[in-house]
């Protein structure tokens, strides 16, 4: 499920209570998720919210939108009583994907229109901040009205990383190079790859129950792992690129067979926004063209390439149950959407954090675990229960989180998902063995 | 050839000498054009320039620079010494289907880019058309300067009914139902079918040689028709009426083969812009969404349709040289571009200008003749030869003129073309009968 | 129209009334024309009848029952007292492309039967052909009967031809490389090209109403020709080696635009069935792989490689109306299906006959006229009025025959037509010029 | 993988070497096995042998050849000196999808080759079983040879239950109808559905070890299972009616999304083979079409529609883990290929084995697991690794066995795997739930 990967709160269950702080004034958490929405369209041209580069990605306009659509659809119109929705075509246009709410505009065909125009949708923006405002205010007791506003904050946070995302590949493809923010260059150096070992034995998998989560991350169950051996970091591009030049995208051996035949048929021969000239490896970040760094985390990966790259290492990509076990207990720190960097950056001294670092941020990574339902999961009733469950088929997880996620987004259960062929997400790897 | 149809002046041959009042000065012309182009954007939203609604229409903004380009690429650069081109990337973004000037960006992906900026390409018309006065004023003399001049300025006519007809098709398609501009809402009632009989014999078609005119046009010559008889007006919505209510759009034996197969796959059921709405017919215009009138002439029909209904009519398309000859010597009025109108209108009284009427203005007519070299037909030598004679082929001559048509660029031997599926231009039609 | 091309008789005009001594005795030549076809299946196995190597080609089989329930169809239902077809789904999986007669299996999927068995079909063959033999000898006076039989024949005398054409097709693309029939090489040396200049003025186009036409030959009908010259032979492939070597292949110059668009889609750089192999070009033939003969006609070309190869050899493609013109009265010699060589030959001493050689047979040859109906043309009415004149659009005209066109299908008004891409046919050119 | 789906014998390894009595003489099972094949052509035409109707099924010619070229390219040219492959295209064209024997022919295009003739490949197969049987004569020692052998066998026995899935699927689509055999027509009444439960705990997945296994029942691993109940018995077409009934294939809140795509795209109603005539259900099965047995397992759902059915039933899908867990230890009885039914059938009363029946025989059951490796699992080195390991990605487990599966080729460790809309092979379901 490409454009609006999570999930929804259990409500209606003891334990999942929204509990926490941040949670218990969604208000506050409200202004600031919005405006940071805002924020990051400041360097945009008004041409540049309009396009759509292909079916997967979605206009700025349309995200804008969308997100605020979620809000009056599953808070105020339920719960706001008198309210008029800001116009009768946009749940049409705004709709991504619940069939429950009813037909909607075709995803493929977002970038056809130029109406509404965006300084429309920052007024449907801000009509419906007013009402969400007045209402977080007058009815913050309601559980009901704050789980579903925590929802819609998470959910935007989720848009926000695609905004970044299909905004990097509508500008990459333009011949004039348009560069979103100049960028930060960092400096760092590839530390040596250390294995930390985790013995066989039981464990448990799923969210304890405290703060947001979302459903796909419940039940909280027991799982019995093998032993295995966990990489101490991400790949880097100086082993990628290894794996390039020892015909990695040539050895059929090394692929998935689906992942072979999709390779062929698109020609790959690098990670997505990767060019050769004269010798010389250059990528396009939302910082402009420039030289690859080697000590960078790889990115722009798809799910068939890491795949490949682990068979080629002579290692293979851990599950998502070896990971969250390796990693629980572990530091959240990493480098997140708030460091205004929009791309993965090399090591440096003080990102090392133990033995297991680059756990957060940066890259998402990718895990060998097809994506579905733990044992016992029930979506939510309605259309909110849309929002997870019926993508868990031919869709692979992530862990983590990238460069383009909000800091408090991120967390040890977190499951994000796309189809094994994506590649426009901030998407990389760490590698495992037996 | 849906996107910048006709073709090159023929500046070597004697006979084609740009020897009229107009041509003689190219530089008032020419501010008159461009400035046109740009009357015809005031009604839009900045976010109307960058959308592409099908492969076969172009953005607003693609049509601003694709014009300006032709100036820049085939004057200025070749005659305005010390010319330095606005951005080097622009050639191979608005070069339009030149392969002897080179690569160019796709077509069917001119709606991905949001950069250059409207604002941008309005800088570029603004440079160039600078150049060009300065040029035209200092180098007046040159014939090949003037002739170069007013084939671009052709070309931006055409450009100037592109960009109306492919705005029309992005805007109806939006769920918004967004207007170009309010309709002139007109009266008239549609007269009887006459019949105006030509005989058989000797006579000549094609351009005799005073003022411009394409390549296409040209070499004037003799050809021998059959005796025939020609209507004297359009085909009326209310005859169209009558075919679809007689199940024109459900009988195989009343369609071409190839028609019948597009018909079946597109589950065409009426023209484009028609739909149905509680038993009465409605149609999208620039003005917005109306009902039908039935006595507008019908518009928006493909070749295909436009065949169909001819022979249920018991009638034929005429042939281009059967209208040539008909009309040759006849009035030049109708409903053009200037009438700002921007929908064919009904025959009014002063309308009725002699037996045959509405034969320039309102709507296109398709012929029945593919689109073919006149004999002893040359295309130009170089870059410019690419205007006209390589699209000879699975294309039907239209004559006429449109109300999206400026009054200047009409005239009687005029091969307008496009393939015969294509509906977005104000196509209609004139049946004959041997 | 790549099925089953022509048209159908003008059986209730006057002067075209089967009067010459072979259609005055249909009865013998059906037996004739049938057992060829029969003759045609002798080298294959069951397993050849069976398959389709593209929407365009028909197996074996279905050519073998679609002509027989021609004949079921259009004269012994209607015209044999108590008739029962043979089988009630016949009718439904042998109409080819009859809108009149009923739905039909899709054409794109005839490969996909593997019943009925090749057996069944030859026992459908006999049950008509026993019923169609009673009938001709019973009720030989009427002249209905006789024209429909007629019109059948001439049916299974195309689809003898397209049998060939898509038998050749599907052998050549097996690994195998299986042969049809061994081939006679002929030797022969091509003489240099003469022009034949044709005067301008006033001449007749068209069956003159003696014998068999189809009615796409129909009316007669006088044309006014510019003055043109022709040259004396067919192009040969030592000058089509001459046009690859300068480059033809990938000189968009030289193409029109769609045919450039095509040819860059399909990768073309050579007529279908020339491969090149450590430099030297070999042919695939239903004799087998051999040697390319420089002397032997150009064959299995496109319209667009056709007309490029003109183009670059500073000539064009002659009209149809000019090549009826040049060769009205000239010999119909030439080698056809009955030589059994299924390939164009060289010329050979013999072969010439007067200025203009090469006129029928080896080659069908492509002209530069769309196909469309002669002025005041009428196709029948009811189903056999779908036999031409549904596919006037989007082909073009090719005059002659071929070497796999049987002797007697051959007349100077004769009009084949194929869509400008086809290239499985046997498919040469004439060049002209003005 | 939808055409040769299991995997390779782990030789290499102590504890999996071919050591019961059956394996013990691959030679008078080889005998056995082959002629089986070959026993289920006996019906079929010529004819019949060549078609292919979609590419995800092989033409029974493919079949027969490929798998006697799987004993020609892993057993003779490696094991027995001098062998002379049968013909030096062979293996270009019948490789199935091996990349490390080298390039093939594709996939989708089987079924355009008439030659290798039926007769021709019988010719092959002759020749290669005369050398096997001389090989595993004299050389009945080599545990490669005979393990090698085993694995062809195995391989052989899939293609015999995908040549009549294939067949079936090619005789369906066909209006004549054609039999392959006449049916044996099943009484039997479904019984009620009871459930069994098994409790939470670690317990064991995997082949322990003797006799035969493919590489992915490898390597037996421990997994901890919360606890769950599962259905007696398959579910049955009644079921699946009411299913239909309550609109379950217009309720998108009961589908997967992608799920939802394929049904909508593909116009899914029924299960496929599935009609209605006037108001009664009608299947096509390989004995012919007749009127639906409501107590037969519902057979030719996609995993899309299973898991439809699941949740519309409130259950679920079991995962492979599970179903293996449940079944150990229970009996292998069923109805398999041998039976010569072709096609699922009632529970009758000896089939009552215990509290679960129908484990195996009539359908595979799809499980909610997808088709990945077991912790720890390698496939094996060179050609033969490619077996099974490159399709763990997009496919789903089915456990089982169904009514074209040979008896001895069904066991509890057995993993079968298509992608989740493939619904040509025997596929039903049984339920499960928390």
Known sequence: MPLTPPALPQVSRTGNGWTDESDAEPGLRYV?????????????????????????????????AHTTWFFETFVLIPYLPGYRPFHPEYCYLFNSYYNAVGPRWPRSQRGLLSRPTVGEV?????????????????????????????????????????????????????????????????????????WIAVAAGLGWVGHPGKGFAYDNELPRHQVYLQGFALASRLAHNREFLAFIDDGGYDRP?????????????????????????????????????RALNPDEPVCHVSYYEAD??????????????????????????????????????????????????????????????????????????????????????????????SCATPRSHARTTYRNFFPPDARWQFTGLRVARD
């Open 122 to 194: 920052f007024g449907y923006r801000k009509y419906v901040d007013e009402h969400m405002t007045r209402l977080l205010q007058a009815r913050r007791s309601s559980p009901d009205i704050a789980a579903r506003t925590v929802l819609g904050l998470n959910h935007e946070q989720q848009h926000q990383e695609l905004m970044l995302t299909d905004l990097k590949h509508a500008l990459a493809l333009n011949p004039l190079r348009p560069v979103y923010r100049p960028s930060v260059l960092d400096q760092g150096q590839c530390p040596n790859l250390g």
């Open 32 to 64: 600031d998720v919005r405006s940071w929405t805002e924020k990051l369209c400041q360097p945009l041209e008004t041409e540049d919210y309009v396009i759509q580069s292909t079916p997967d990605c979605s206009p700025v306009k349309w995200h804008l």
């Open 308 to 401: 490949a790259f682990a068979r080629w290492s002579g290692c293979r990509l851990p599950t998502e149950q070896e990971l969250e076990m390796a990693v629980a207990g572990g530091s959240l720190a990493g480098h997140f959407l708030e460091a205004e960097r929009y791309h993965p950056a090399p090591v440096v001294a003080d990102d090392d954090r133990g033995p297991l670092s680059q756990l957060y941020g940066d890259v998402w990574q990718w895990t060998a675990s097809p994506y579905v339902g733990y044992p016992g999961y029930q979506p939510a009733v309605g259309a909110l229960g849309e929002y997870n469950g019926k993508f868990m088929c031919n869709q692979f997880v992530l862990r983590g989180a």
């Open 253 to 289: 051996a090394l692929w998935l067979s689906d992942g072979w035949a999709v390779r062929q048929e698109r020609a790959w021969t690098a990670p997505l926004y990767w060019e050769k000239q004269d010798g010389a490896w250059l990528i396009t970040t939302l910082g402009g063209r």
